[in-house]
């Protein structure tokens, strides 16, 4: 794979990306991403170490679970510790001993999850620190200079981003064509494209053709793959299937297709269909902080805070291999639930769960038995087979009829 610059001009990409297996009915595949500091199994589960960490978990323990790839944020390492520490200790794998893969985001989402802090202009973003209240302007180039610093094995562009739910149709056709031209600008600014891969991200709103044209302008730039963004954010989930879709049909097929914000099973069962390879979410790891352990079956999660749990010596999940579930008890973990150990050994499980279901997620494409495995997966969580409209919509699209 290569990358190129506004001008053309190839250079050698840190990235190939190897698709092993197609499903023979949905969009699904199953590939190896090769990146400097790990070989990637896709589908794959990005979980969400906003500071240089997983909340309740140390590198070692994400090593245990064969974790390849995890995502750090660039506003706020570019905060604390900022660019110069993380330039001194030789960048964030060295700074928190983590030798496997990073990505990036660029910093753009902050525009909406920080929008009262934010001033966005065509130079690009002027935050309010929530830290200091200090000023600080995020440009593309800075954007890039912070991530470069990171030394990710995956960078984001910088982007326009809009929430979904906004009213306004000008400004998402203001937000896809500045996503371009910003793109331009990460492309000039990237220095090394022989050890870190700029990804582009898709925009576009909840307009069909406004996603089209976004994509098609993105791919002319060559980059080694792409984000779908924007979404995620509160829109109908009719809604959001349907930009999956229509953006994964525009985007290439040989190249890693990355969808934002995406944590929910049912969601990274019907997009996996919808052709995407990669996801990121705050949701596993911040469920477990509220006392909820995810399972792979109706209710989708137990409550753990519940009385029901206070003589259940069950693991939380029979089949689970993590160290939670080897080793203690619904029970213990509901006697000790207002301690922090409870919360980490949750976030073990957690985040076990949606490796693991990521894992047979691929291991099923590779047998050609993913629309199979859906049936199942979704009967399971839905014994009464109230499935959802949004995901029987979704799943007809690409020729899976839930029966």
């Known amino acids: 794979m290569s990358s190129s610059s506004p001008s053309g001009l190839m250079a050698r990409s840190a990235l190939q990306f190897t698709v092993l297996a197609?499903?023979?009915?949905?969009?699904?595949?199953?590939?190896?991403?090769?990146?400097?500091?790990?070989?990637?199994?896709?589908?794959?589960?990005?979980?969400?170490?906003t500071q240089g960490t997983l909340k309740g978990l140390l590198p070692d323990q994400l090593l245990a679970l064969d974790c390849r790839l995890i995502l750090g944020n660039t506003y706020h390492l570019g905060n604390r510790p900022g660019v110069s520490t993380l330039k001194q200790a030789g960048g964030l794998h060295r700074f928190m001993n983590w030798p496997r893969?990073?990505?990036?985001?660029?910093?753009?989402?902050?525009?909406?999850?920080?929008?009262?802090?934010?001033?966005?202009t065509e130079d690009g973003v002027k935050f309010r620190s929530?830290?200091?209240?200090?000023?600080?302007?995020?440009?593309?180039?800075?954007?890039?200079?912070?991530q470069?610093?990171?030394?990710?094995?995956i960078m984001m562009q910088l982007d326009d981003v809009v929430d979904a739910t906004h009213a306004d149709p000008e400004r998402f056709e203001e937000a896809r064509h500045r996503t371009v031209r910003w793109l331009d600008r990460c492309l000039k600014a990237h220095q090394r494209p022989d050890r870190q891969n700029l990804f582009p991200i898709v925009q576009g709103g909840l307009d069909v053709d406004k996603r089209k044209d976004c994509a098609r302008r993105l791919i002319e730039r060559d980059t080694p793959g792409f984000a779908v963004g924007g979404l995620s954010g509160g829109e109908a989930k009719d809604d959001f299937w349907r930009m999956v879709h229509v953006s994964t049909n525009e985007l290439p097929k040989n190249k890693p297709r990355y969808l934002m914000g995406v944590g929910f099973a049912v969601d990274l069962v019907v997009c996996s269909a919808l052709g995407i390879d990669m996801y990121d979410c705050v949701f596993p790891t911040r469920t477990a902080r509220f006392g909820s352990a995810l399972i792979m079956k109706h209710p989708g999660a137990l409550n753990l805070k519940a009385r029901a749990f206070r003589l259940d010596f069950d693991p939380i999940d029979q089949e689970c291999p993590c160290f939670t579930c080897q080793n203690h008890s619904r029970a213990y973990i509901h006697s000790i639930i207002h301690e922090p150990s409870a919360c980490h050994l949750i976030t073990v499980h957690n985040v076990a769960f949606q490796l693991r279901l990521m894992?047979?997620?691929?291991?099923?494409?590779?047998?050609?038995?993913?629309?199979?495995?859906?049936q199942s997966f979704m009967l399971a969580n839905y014994p009464d087979k109230k499935y959802p409209m949004w995901a029987i919509n979704a799943l007809q699209a690409v020729g899976v009829q839930l029966s």
Request: aromatic letters at 6%.
């Open 22 to 49: 197609e499903c023979s009915t949905t969009k699904a595949r199953a590939s190896t991403m090769v990146l400097p500091h790990a070989t990637v199994e896709t589908p794959v589960f990005m979980p969400v170490g």
């Open 359 to 374: 894992k047979t997620i691929r291991q099923n494409i590779l047998a050609d038995t993913f629309p199979q495995f859906i």
């Open 130 to 146: 929530p830290y200091d209240d200090s000023e600080c302007m995020l440009t593309p180039e800075h954007s890039m200079e912070i």
């Open 148 to 153: 470069a610093s990171i030394g990710a094995d």
């Open 101 to 120: 893969a990073l990505l990036t985001d660029s910093g753009g989402f902050q525009m909406v999850s920080l929008l009262d802090l934010a001033q966005i």
